[in-house]
């Protein structure tokens, strides 16, 4: 059974900076399409970004523009982790943070996706709360 599993959230102070885990178990991210989703008070979930790390070794990523140049999705295949490294936090990033991933297995078309229903397996959430 796939499992994706979330770590690293926690409260920061605006300005701040944050890392969150992704691992996956019974699942390899690499050559695997995946995101992050957030969940924000008030709003609908929406797909902050995506990563794909093809077989030549090249990675390709894409982000909404509320995140980008703060936000930076990477991988560390040897143990098969996903990473969302934020920093220059505002307290509109609160919220719950999701991994998930899509069965696409491609780089030109999952940085196209991003919306969530482009998502297949997820995993349980870290909430990450922004103060100030």
């Known amino acids: 059974q796939v499992h994706l599993v979330e770590s690293g959230g926690g409260t920061v102070p605006a300005g701040g900076s944050l890392m969150l885990s992704c691992a996956g178990a019974?699942?390899?991210?690499?050559?695997?399409?995946m995101g992050w989703v957030r969940h924000s008070p008030g709003k609908e979930r929406e797909g902050i970004g995506m990563?794909?790390?093809?077989?030549?070794?090249?990675?390709?990523?894409t982000y909404i523009d509320s995140v980008k140049d703060r936000f930076t999705i990477s991988q560390d295949n040897a143990n098969n982790t996903m990473y969302l490294q934020m920093q220059n936090l505002k307290p509109e990033d609160t919220g719950t943070y999701y991994c998930a991933s899509t069965r696409v297995f491609n780089g030109d078309e999952c940085v196209r996706l991003g919306q969530v229903g482009d998502f297949y397996y997820w995993g349980q959430g870290t909430q990450v709360t922004i103060s100030g």
């Open positions: 990563i794909y790390y093809g077989l030549d070794r090249s990675t390709q990523t």
């Open positions: 019974s699942f390899t991210v690499s050559r695997n399409c």
